[in-house]
């Protein structure tokens, strides 16, 4: 099994049901009932409604105290008890893109505090980031989250509190589903 390329397939059947899709930035994507997130390839497929294709890289912005932090406090996907998710594809204007690497990184992390801000919410939140632009999809990254009904609230504070941040003024498309598993 392929464990760093995967297709994210809106349809009408799935693992994952969806409870609410919004468009909060650009274009919408076309309402599906359900996602099912599978282990995939570069070829490109078209299944279901819509596919989306992401794949898990290295890290970019992440030095090494962080890193080490992350790895000791997040949880993996797949608990039994995180039966909520939230799916959410993310584009970057050609601003951000224009920007070199230290000024990402120093609108990421100094002036916007995103892993500081996201650690807080560790391990109660799960993650995944899937980068997708490097091989021409719609969106640049895919995002993935899972938590359990009772942290609901704090990934609504840990979104609300990112989106304020100079990082989000450069996302220039956001589709924010939300999903329970099945
Ligand atoms: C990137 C941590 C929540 C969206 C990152 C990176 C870290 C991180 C460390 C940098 C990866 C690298 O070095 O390349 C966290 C933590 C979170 C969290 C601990 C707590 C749950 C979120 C949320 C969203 C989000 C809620 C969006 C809805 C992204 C995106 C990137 C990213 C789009 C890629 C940014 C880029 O490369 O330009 N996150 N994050 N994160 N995160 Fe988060």
Redesign the pocket.
Known sequence: MNTTIFDFIGDHAGEWKVTSMIALKGEPIESVSHIQKISSSLVPSKKGIWTLKGIV??????EKE??DN?VAI?EDLGRSEATLA?F?P?R?SEA?WNLAQDE?RKI?ENKSQ??Q???K??PA?A?K?F?SRDIGEPF??L?W?EYAPADAAA?EE??ET??KTE?WSY?DR?I?IRLVRI
């Open positions: 890289s290295n890290l970019r912005y992440t962080d890193k992350l997040q939230a959410i993310i970057k951000w990402r990421m995103h892993t801000i996201g650690m919410y560790l939140i993650r980031l980068h640049d990254f995002t989250f990934f840990l979104l990112l989106r990082e996302v956001e924010d």
